[in-house]
């Protein structure tokens, strides 16, 4: 059995208000909390042991996921009292595995949809003979990102952290978010302060000899980091684009749970997901966009590629492109919202008042 480590305790800073009362793993995609998503993709692999590393908003996940059973799986919880970073935070968890020292851990980040291949990467690292193995993806603009260059068997040769100038470009291969670690090596981490697992563990194994390998792999690979990016993630989900078990129907062009209203002229389409109890007027248009729990889009509105928190209002004919809309907000009717704007939890904004504003 292969044991995984999850990290989610992150707080979701460029997300907000998505994170103001949840945190980021557990923002429905989909029709359910992100984190759904990763458990089951686990689970199919042959995870059967999973620790999740909270912090932010910890009191949220056991409620909902209990002792994982639902899933498949055997579930525990570890908080972390100080933020203590990402190679901190999976030391912090390391008395609660139950491997030894030469098996391999898992370790998900939990803010990336992948179709990486579990098991190919657990069979990397053990055909490999690593000490660590890192998923590893392409992308066009690196700059973001954190570089790893590897040599012509795989194995990693540097790490860069986002370079800037065309001659620091050296390779389109990044750090995707998903590791195995041998428990020696997670033991090995310093415990009870902050480290970085990108910054400090990585380049010291590489200073000091040890075996990381990288494993490119060219499925699809989103950091769901931004409003926009979690919303193109959750409709990818739905249209199939992106694998998971965990989606609750069949992929398509909308996902409406039970419970939700959408009126017989509205017209759902590039992955929509609508939760339980929201409601879809008549002539309203929503296109790739997530509509939570008792949302309510009114008659006629358009929405594209847009978030509407759980509870919020948007009035008769209003416009949305790009935009995100807090738990609780009311949008009246005929305003006009696009281009990423952020309309904060429990804000009113009256009817015919915006259009093309920035300041929400």
Not at 90 to 106: E, F, K, T
Not at 301 to 329: F, H, K, M
Request: aromatic letters at 4%.
């Amino acid at each position: 059995m292969t044991e995984a480590i999850l990290l989610v305790g992150g707080r979701g800073t460029r997300l907000r208000p998505l994170t103001v009362h949840t945190p980021k793993p557990m923002v429905p995609a989909a029709g359910v909390p992100f984190l759904t998503h990763q458990l089951a993709r686990a689970r199919a692999a042959g995870v059967e042991h999973v620790v999740l590393a909270t912090s932010y908003l910890a009191e949220v996940f056991e409620p909902y996921f209990g002792d994982g059973s639902d899933l498949g799986l055997h579930l525990e919880y570890v908080t972390e009292k100080e933020p203590l970073g990402t190679g901190g935070a999976i030391r912090n968890v390391a008395s609660r595995l139950h491997c030894g020292p030469d098996d391999p851990v898992l370790v998900f980040n939990g803010d990336i949809l992948t179709g990486l291949d579990i098991r190919d990467l657990v069979e990397t690292h053990t055909s490999s003979g690593a000490d660590v193995s890192l998923h590893l993806t392409k992308v066009a603009d690196p700059r973001a990102f954190g570089l790893v260059p590897t040599d012509a068997d795989g194995r990693v040769t540097a790490f860069l952290e986002k370079p800037q100038t065309p001659e620091e470009i050296v390779t389109d291969q990044i750090n995707a978010g998903a590791y195995v670690f041998d428990r020696s090596v997670i033991d090995a981490i310093p415990a009870g302060r902050p480290v970085s697992v990108e910054r400090e563990t990585f380049p010291g194994l590489l200073a000091e000899g040890a075996h990381l390998q990288g494993m490119v792999d060219s499925t699809y690979w989103l950091d769901l980091g931004t409003p926009q990016a979690f919303v193109r993630g959750s409709a990818d989900l739905v249209l199939g684009h992106a694998p998971s078990p965990a989606v609750p129907g069949r992929s398509g062009e909308r996902l409406v749970l039970d419970g939700a209203e959408v009126a017989p002229g509205a017209r759902l389409t590039g992955g929509t997901a609508v939760s339980a109890g929201a409601a879809i007027g008549e002539g309203a248009r929503v296109h790739g966009s997530t509509v939570l729990d008792g949302a309510v889009v009114g008659p006629g509105a358009v929405v594209r590629d847009s978030l509407i928190g759980a509870g919020a209002r948007i009035g008769a004919r209003t416009v949305l492109e790009g935009a995100v809309i807090g738990d609780g907000a009311v949008v009246g009717e005929d305003n006009e919202l696009r281009d990423g704007i952020r309309v904060w939890c429990g804000a009113r904004l009256e009817a015919g008042s915006v259009r093309f504003s920035s300041d929400c």
